[in-house]
C-alpha cells in the first residue's frame, strides 16, 4: 500500500531545529522574566508563526492531480512566471532555445516535478553565488543544476534549478538513465528560488510574465 506523505522529508530537521528554538527561547526568556507581559506574547505569536511557515513550506500537495494532455510540458514548479524569452543556452544545447522562468516565493510549495514523461539524458550540478532569484545573471551566476529530459520523440527540454539569495540548499538526486514520469518528484530548492525551462523554439508557450503557475496542474507550453 503506497503511503501519501504530507511533509516532505527534507522538512523533518528543519522542523525539528525550529522546534527546539522555540521551546528553548521560550524557557530562556521565562526563566529571565517570569511575569508575563505584552513582549511575552508578541514573541509567542513571532514563533508560532515562524513555525507554521516552516511546515508548511515543506507541504506535499497530495491533492494535485497530474495534468496529461499529448505534447504538453507542465509546469515544474510553483510560483509567477518571471521570463518569457528566446536566448542562447551554452552549457548544453549552444544554440538558441524558449526560456520560460518561474520565480518561486517562501509562500510556494518548493517540490519541483518532471513536466513531461521521458528519461534523464544529462544532468549536472554547478557551484555559484547566492544573488536574488529574480536577478538575469542568477541563471548561470548562482549555485545550480541542470537536468536534461527526452522524450520518445527525441524532443529535449532543460529544467534548471536555481538558488536564491535566501535558497541554499538545492536538493536533487538524479542520474543519466533515470525514469521521467511527468508529476513525479524531481527534487526541491529550499526557502524561495526560482526553475527555468528551456524550450525548442517552435514550442507554444501557453503562459505570459506574471501569471500564477502551478506545479502538476499549468501546462506551461505545447511541443
Same mark, same amino acid.
Not at 50 to 70: G, N, Q, S
Given at each position: 500500500?503506497?503511503?501519501?506523505?504530507?511533509?516532505?522529508?527534507?522538512?523533518?530537521?528543519?522542523?525539528?531545529?525550529?522546534?527546539?528554538?522555540?521551546?528553548?527561547?521560550?524557557?530562556?526568556?521565562?526563566?529571565?522574566?517570569?511575569?508575563?507581559?505584552?513582549?511575552?506574547?508578541?514573541? #509567542?505569536?513571532?514563533?508560532?508563526?515562524?513555525?507554521?511557515?516552516?511546515?508548511?513550506? *515543506?507541504?506535499?500537495?497530495?491533492?494535485?492531480?497530474?495534468?496529461?494532455?499529448?505534447?504538453?510540458?507542465?509546469?515544474?514548479?510553483? +510560483?509567477?512566471?518571471?521570463?518569457?524569452?528566446?536566448?542562447?543556452?551554452?552549457?548544453?544545447?549552444?544554440?538558441?532555445?524558449?526560456?520560460?522562468?518561474?520565480?518561486?516565493?517562501?509562500?510556494?510549495?518548493?517540490?519541483?516535478?518532471?513536466?513531461? &514523461?521521458?528519461?534523464?539524458? #544529462?544532468?549536472?550540478?554547478?557551484?555559484?553565488?547566492?544573488?536574488?532569484? *529574480?536577478?538575469?545573471?542568477?541563471?548561470? &551566476?548562482?549555485?545550480?543544476?541542470?537536468?536534461?529530459?527526452?522524450?520518445?520523440? +527525441?524532443?529535449?527540454?532543460?529544467?534548471?534549478?536555481?538558488?536564491?539569495?535566501?535558497?541554499?540548499?538545492?536538493?536533487?538526486?538524479?542520474?543519466?538513465?533515470?525514469?521521467?514520469?511527468?508529476?513525479?518528484?524531481? +527534487?526541491?530548492?529550499?526557502?524561495?528560488?526560482?526553475?527555468?525551462?528551456?524550450?525548442?523554439?517552435?514550442?507554444?508557450?501557453?503562459?505570459?510574465? +506574471?501569471?500564477?503557475?502551478?506545479?502538476?496542474?499549468?501546462?506551461?507550453?505545447?511541443?
Amino acid at each position: 500500500m503506497k503511503i501519501h506523505k504530507r511533509i516532505h522529508e527534507e522538512g523533518t530537521k528543519a522542523i525539528l531545529i525550529t522546534v527546539g528554538v522555540i521551546v528553548a527561547s521560550c524557557c530562556l526568556v521565562n526563566w529571565l522574566c517570569p511575569s508575563q507581559t505584552v513582549w511575552h506574547y508578541l514573541m #509567542y505569536a513571532f514563533e508560532l508563526v515562524a513555525l507554521v511557515l516552516t511546515v508548511r513550506f *515543506f507541504r506535499i500537495p497530495i491533492w494535485r492531480k497530474t495534468t496529461l494532455e499529448e505534447d504538453a510540458v507542465i509546469s515544474p514548479a510553483d +510560483g509567477v512566471v518571471a521570463a518569457n524569452e528566446v536566448t542562447t543556452e551554452d552549457e548544453y544545447f549552444h544554440e538558441q532555445r524558449r526560456q520560460v522562468s518561474i520565480f518561486m516565493s517562501i509562500y510556494d510549495v518548493h517540490i519541483n516535478v518532471f513536466p513531461f &514523461d521521458g528519461e534523464v539524458t #544529462y544532468y549536472k550540478y554547478h557551484p555559484g553565488k547566492f544573488l536574488v532569484a *529574480f536577478n538575469p545573471k542568477s541563471s548561470t &551566476d548562482n549555485e545550480h543544476n541542470t537536468i536534461i529530459l527526452k522524450d520518445t520523440k +527525441g524532443r529535449e527540454i532543460m529544467v534548471r534549478q536555481i538558488a536564491g539569495f535566501v535558497a541554499r540548499r538545492i536538493v536533487c538526486d538524479l542520474q543519466p538513465g533515470d525514469r521521467a514520469e511527468v508529476g513525479e518528484e524531481l +527534487g526541491m530548492i529550499r526557502f524561495g528560488s526560482r526553475v527555468d525551462v528551456f524550450l525548442p523554439l517552435d514550442a507554444e508557450v501557453m503562459v505570459k510574465i +506574471g501569471d500564477k503557475v502551478v506545479s502538476k496542474e499549468t501546462v506551461l507550453a505545447k511541443l
